[in-house]
């Protein structure tokens, strides 16, 4: 199958943006998925998003994992879809509107391809001894560490990932540590399997973490390996974040076509079938 592909990065996260206005990628499947987000055989990317026509909102997206998962919504892949959707003419203005499968989302275009983004409502967290748990769909754990640079993002990724507390649900992890100027994360990502450079989801709930026990508006810098984040939302207590805002660079990196090979597809269906593809 062939397939048109535009290429952003969200403050480094990266995604292969694809206008399925027609509806022609309608049928994509996981092992499109994989191969169109493999760094060896395909264009390389954290993920992949459809942007499809909506008559009620200005478009809609539809966000994948490299693992072929269909997620709710992602922040730095919904900052790229405006900038990609600005860049088809979907939208001429600055500011819009537009759905995804957790809801509506607003977001708005500002100098130099920034994007700031509504996110939705964070209402449910468990705390624990040095951790605290988000449930933002796929539950995400933040931990701090005085020594962020010393973290192994990987190996305690896969170990929490493979605990009996998250083999089943999946679950993403950010280390945090107070910088001088910002509040400086590291996230490895479910999906992805891999540290990325950055998250919206680890900078939302790292900002979260540290805020102030006072039911207020809070803002905070965040400083990730691929770029800056500014988080700010409502807080009413420890449970409930409202009117979150999400603002960070967007950029394309470039535009091109991949047809990808019946044997290549073949070839991960049949490692699908006797390991599985990263879940």
Same mark, same amino acid.
């Given at each position: ?8 990065? $969200? ?21 499109? @998925? ?15 998003? @459809? ?37 088809? $003419? ?19 275009? @500002? ?144 535009? $091109? ?18 390991? $599985? @593809?990263?879940?």
């Amino acid at each position: 199958m062939k397939f048109n592909f535009h290429k952003y990065h $969200g403050a480094g996260k990266d995604f292969l943006l694809l206008d399925n206005r027609e509806k022609q990628y309608e049928n994509i499947d996981k092992y499109d @998925l994989f191969l169109l987000c493999d760094r060896h055989f395909g264009v390389g990317a954290d993920g992949v998003v @459809l942007l499809n026509s909506n008559p009620e909102v200005d478009f809609s997206i539809q966000v994948y994992l490299p693992n072929g998962k269909e997620v709710a919504m992602s922040g730095a892949g919904g900052r790229c879809a405006v900038l990609f959707a600005h860049t088809l $003419g979907v939208i001429k203005q600055q500011e819009t509107t537009f759905l995804a499968h957790d809801g509506i989302h607003h977001a708005k275009l @500002l100098e130099d391809n920034q994007v700031s983004l509504s996110m939705k409502d964070v209402t449910k967290v468990d705390f624990g001894y040095d951790t605290a748990v988000f449930d933002l769909g796929i539950p995400h754990c933040v931990k701090f560490t005085e020594y962020l640079g010393d973290a192994d993002m990987i190996k305690e990724g896969r170990k929490l990932r493979a605990s009996d507390d998250f083999k089943e649900t999946g679950v993403s992890l950010s280390y945090l540590e107070y910088g001088t100027q910002a509040l400086e994360v590291r996230t490895y990502e479910m999906g992805v399997e891999d540290e990325v450079l950055s998250s919206t989801a680890g900078a939302m709930v790292s900002a979260m973490v540290v805020s102030g026990n006072q039911s207020q508006h809070y803002s905070v810098p965040v400083k990730m390996k691929g770029g800056d984040i500014e988080v700010s939302f409502d807080k009413e207590n420890q449970q409930t974040y409202r009117n979150i805002l999400i603002t960070g660079p967007t950029e394309k990196v470039f535009e $091109g076509e991949i047809t990808l090979k019946e044997k290549w597809r073949h070839r991960v269906s049949l490692y699908d079938k006797i390991v $599985g @593809l990263k879940t």
